[in-house]
């Protein structure tokens, strides 16, 4: 075995300890004594490869999205509609977050954007400007027609949707989360109507007022 190769296996081993003790105690309350402990490694080894337990959330995400991006891609190859597409996104990520509901649900605490564990913050931005791609992947050649000035927001309004689904997702203790997968279906249903009739001409002014709401929220400061 290469000493990269080894290397490699010891920060995945350590990674993967993390998990179980976040899921077992808890993110706040798990230390990098007892992740280092589950992992079977020295703590100075785990201090080594991740220097907080906030690193390893980090990589954890990074893990997760690297996970993700290929069933994603292919399921926007294969698919044609925006409907399909949506639900190929959205479902990929419930699947692969599935084991690790309640650590989303710890992580939610930290919404700040200025906690690096945010999905808002700078230090998770390139993960969540390769999610808002996926959105744009889906809605290009799909068939929605919006005005000029509203469409160039849609796949980041997208991604907050699929971001409040997650949100209500972690905390949602209904059997199998079936009350997620009921709003996830009637929420989709209502957005798909939505779209369709925002190419209407005769909600030029709704546009525009849209346009500049848009503009607000996502501008430029």
């Given amino acids: 075995m290469t000493k990269i190769k080894k290397s490699e296996e010891t920060r ?3 990674l993967e300890a993390a998990l179980v003790v976040f899921r077992e105690r808890g993110f706040e309350r798990a230390t990098m004594r ?7 490694v020295a703590v100075g080894a785990a201090y080594y490869y991740f220097e907080s ?9 990074e893990r997760s999205q690297s996970e993700m991006q290929p069933r994603i891609e292919a399921s926007l190859t ?10 190929a996104i959205i479902s990929t990520k419930f699947e692969c977050f599935g084991p ?5 649900g710890a992580l939610s605490a930290h919404s700040d954007p200025e906690h690096p564990l945010s999905p808002f913050s700078r230090e998770t931005s390139t993960i969540r400007e390769q999610d808002v791609g996926f959105f744009e992947r889906a809605v290009a050649n799909s068939g929605v027609k919006l005005p000029v ?10 991604w907050m949707y699929q971001m409040g689904l997650i949100l209500f997702w972690v905390y949602d203790k209904s059997e199998d989360q079936r009350r997620t997968m009921l709003l996830y279906e009637k929420t989709l249903k209502i957005i798909l109507v939505v779209l369709r009739l925002a190419g209407i001409p005769l909600l030029r002014p709704i546009h525009r007022l849209a346009a500049d709401l848009l503009d607000v929220v996502y501008g430029e400061d």
């Fill in 100 to 104: 690790n509901r309640k650590l989303l």
């Fill in 34 to 40: 007892e992740i280092a402990m589950t992992a079977e």
């Fill in 12 to 14: 995945t081993r350590i």
């Fill in 53 to 61: 337990k906030d690193a390893i959330v980090m990589a954890f995400y």
């Fill in 149 to 158: 000035d509203i469409k160039p927001y849609l796949p980041r309004l997208l």
């Fill in 78 to 87: 294969e698919s044609k509609t925006l409907e399909s597409r949506l639900q």
